[in-house]
């Protein structure tokens, strides 16, 4: 194996593991800021009012894109190792 494949296959491995964790930390973010918001307006600092959300709305959009996420997963990893023979 080149050099050269081992940085391609490294570099998609990085976009991969972006593309998969993105929709969750989106909607992590996401509520993160709102909750945020809400408690800057209302003067209420109660820690378990932000996390208690973020995590209910992060395994609801894992849930609802569960079956994406492991089809891109599963692509992956059938090309990877398709092409292990035409590397070495």
């Not at 194996?1 to 491995?13: G, K, L, S």
């Not at 959300?53 to 398709?82: C, H, N």
Request: charged share 10%; hydrophobic share 60%.
């Amino acid at each position: 194996m080149a050099p050269q494949d081992a940085i391609d296959v490294a570099r998609e491995a990085i976009v991969m593991m972006l593309t998969v964790s993105a929709p969750v930390l989106v909607c992590g973010l996401a509520v993160g800021l709102l909750i945020g918001i809400l408690q800057a307006m209302t003067q209420v600092q109660e820690s378990t009012l932000s996390f208690v959300p973020k995590i209910v709305a992060m395994l609801v959009v894992l849930g609802l894109s569960l079956p994406w996420l492991i089809d891109q997963m599963v692509y992956f990893s059938r090309e990877l190792i398709t092409n292990i023979p035409r590397h070495l």
